[in-house]
């Protein structure tokens, strides 16, 4: 050794290629089996020189120091410990710590028994103590330290990285190094898994052995990854929840193949009318490769029903007089909505009528109002002043004209006139109280059928009558 490394006390380390006096760390020290199947003959080599350690009274410590490692990588320290417990107490102890390999001593007369190793080279390095006292000795001991460089983060490697209960999957990494140690205790470089759940992974790369038989390796790169686990298979059953009885439902799967209805193979969407509450089984296959069943509650909801009442006065009628206001109500326990024929959505509607009209609402169900049912009545718009009309008029007898018949309303106005067969008006009023005397430019007309036409409007509303009356002679 050059006399930088002497004075600066080294760490020394390893090749790729002399593990045979490493001693691994073992997860267990009482699993050699591997190693001693594996290297039978370094198996045997490391148990001779474990004999002669035990009953050397000198031996080289590396547990419990804070750089305790006989593997560390280019730059680190090594403090290594010169053990002299069953030698006993010395009067002038004495420490001279050597190069195996060189034959050339770094320290001489030591008076503590740690030494601190560095070193910038990677290599195998064979370390020896001697221990004195009172210039006499009372034992020796050697051992590798190996320094590396260490290895470049792995990548890792998941195959699925998603998987369902029960199932494998497959972790490994590609990064630079020849050791592996998982925390699942494989020590290769794949390594198959069937997580229960889902389960985070790390593991160690190293050019030497992680898990071994005595000795502690801190040089190494770490990587880690999570293999998620469901619970079942991962696709959707998309659709509503109720419907209306008999109507056609759309259910569709979404993220699955293979799919099966209620057992019985089928496409991605299924229609089906639904008359009662139901529940659907989908199975079905998702990305993952994992197979599942869900199951979709379809409740049917039914329509709603009603009737509807009519108030005149505040009394309950079908009929109204021209002129006056009808309330219309719905009687329904069953209906979230209302939707009038006037496009009101109230209960009832109240308006003032001028002909004969059929009212209806529409009733549905739900947040949607697809649930409909359609309820109405015939609603009787009626002139209560009872205008009548004759059948017939003698043309110069006794009604002397011819006309409505009944009371006259000051606040209403009125339209009375007749026609001919071809159409031609051959008379016209708008005095409630005068007729036609059977006459059209001063002429008596000929005898036959003629039309009339007679209106009364009131306020806003109108009434409309029309006839026929036999013209005699």
């Not at 007369?109 to 190793?117: A, K, S």
Request: aromatic residues 14%; negative net charge; hydrophobic residues 35%.
């Amino acid at each position: 050794m050059n006399k930088l490394l002497r004075k600066t006390g080294i760490l020394l380390f390893l090749t790729a290629f002399g593990l045979s006096a490493l001693k691994a760390v073992a997860v267990a020290p009482s699993e050699p089996d591997w190693f001693r199947k594996a290297f039978p003959e370094k198996f045997a080599e490391e148990q001779r020189k474990n004999a002669a350690k035990a009953a050397s009274r000198v031996n080289i410590q590396y547990e419990g120091h804070r750089y305790a490692s006989l593997v560390v990588c280019v730059g680190e320290n090594c403090l290594v410990k010169a053990d002299h417990t069953r030698y006993g107490a010395g009067t002038a102890m004495r420490y001279s710590w050597w190069d195996v390999d060189g034959g050339t001593p770094f320290i001489e007369d030591q008076t503590t028994p740690d030494y601190n190793l560095y070193y910038a080279k990677e290599g195998r390095y064979g370390l020896c103590v001697v221990v004195t006292d009172q210039g006499n000795e009372i034992g020796r001991d050697t051992v590798d330290v190996y320094v590396g460089t260490r290895p470049v983060a792995a990548t890792y490697t998941v195959i699925p990285d998603t998987v369902c209960y029960g199932m494998e999957a497959t972790i490994g990494t590609e990064g630079q190094g020849r050791h592996w140690a998982w925390s699942t205790g494989g020590t290769t470089q794949y390594i198959n898994i069937r997580p229960s759940k889902t389960t985070y992974y790390p593991f160690r790369l190293s050019d030497y052995p992680i898990v071994e038989m005595g000795y502690k390796n801190l040089c190494y790169a770490e990587d880690s990854s999570w293999v998620k686990v469901f619970d079942s298979a991962q696709f959707s059953v998309i659709g509503p929840d109720g419907i209306c009885e008999g109507s056609t439902i759309e259910l569709r799967v979404e993220g699955g193949t293979e799919i099966l209805w209620n057992g019985q193979a089928g496409s991605h969407v299924n229609r089906f009318p639904v008359y009662h509450d139901t529940v659907m089984q989908v199975t079905a296959t998702d990305r993952y490769n994992c197979r599942g069943k869900q199951s979709k509650e379809i409740g049917m909801i039914a329509s709603p029903d009603g009737e509807l009442r009519v108030y005149v006065d505040d009394e309950p009628g079908e009929s109204v007089c021209l002129g006056k206001k009808v309330r219309i109500e719905v009687l329904s326990d069953m209906a979230d909505h209302f939707r009038w024929f006037t496009r009101d959505t109230t209960t009832y509607i109240e308006l003032m009528p001028k002909t004969d009209f059929r009212a209806y609402c529409d009733l549905s169900v739900g947040a949607s109002g697809d649930c409909k049912t359609r309820i109405e009545t015939d609603i009787k718009v009626e002139n209560c002043n009872r205008v009548y009309f004759a059948s017939g008029f003698v043309l110069d007898g006794f009604s002397k004209t011819f006309g409505p018949i009944g009371v006259e309303d000051t606040a209403r106005q009125y339209y009375f006139a007749v026609f001919s067969r071809n159409g031609e008006m051959v008379y016209s009023t708008h005095e409630f109280s005068q007729g036609w005397d059977g006459r059209f430019k001063g002429q008596w007309v000929l005898p036959g059928v003629y039309a009339y036409i007679f209106k009364e409007t009131y306020d806003q509303f109108e009434w409309t009558y029309r006839g026929t009356v036999s013209v005699i002679r």
